[in-house]
Nanobody, 116 residues
Framework: VQLQASGGGLVQAGGSLRLSCKVS????????MGWFRQAPGKEREFVAS??????KTSDSVKGRFAISRDVVKKLVFLQMDNLKPEDTAVYYC????????????WGQGTLVTVSS
């Protein structure tokens, strides 16, 4: 399984970005997919996950971020609205193909910078 994240960039506070993650893998539709982020000097944290069409987000982004997927195109999206400077981080997509609760495949990360 290979993951390729894209869509990061520089945006002003209050703006929006949509991250994409292209996934290789024959059974993508059965994977649990997640987005994580790591801010400078901080540990990596969970942002959102999706299995089938059921998504969930962390409390820190709830109501502002949404995760979705396109099974046919093998893409996972993270729509980020009302961005805040504290959302600045490298964002990673990850896959849990066997649905064990452990993400075993990771993309290379895409940088999101939110200016105040």
């Amino acid at each position: 399984v290979q993951l390729q994240a894209s869509g990061g960039g520089l945006v002003q506070a209050g703006g929006s970005l949509r991250l994409s993650c292209k996934v290789s893998g024959r059974s993508f539709g059965t994977y649990v997919m997640g987005w994580f982020r790591q801010a400078p000097g901080k540990e990596r944290e969970f942002v959102a996950s999706i299995y089938a069409s059921a998504g969930k987000t962390s409390d820190s982004v709830k109501g502002r971020f949404a995760i979705s997927r396109d099974v046919v195109k093998k893409l996972v999206f993270l729509q980020m609205d009302n961005l805040k400077p504290e959302d600045t981080a490298v964002y990673y997509c990850a896959a849990d193909p066997l649905r064990t609760g452990t993400y075993t495949f990771w993309g290379q990360g895409t940088l999101v910078t939110v200016s105040s």
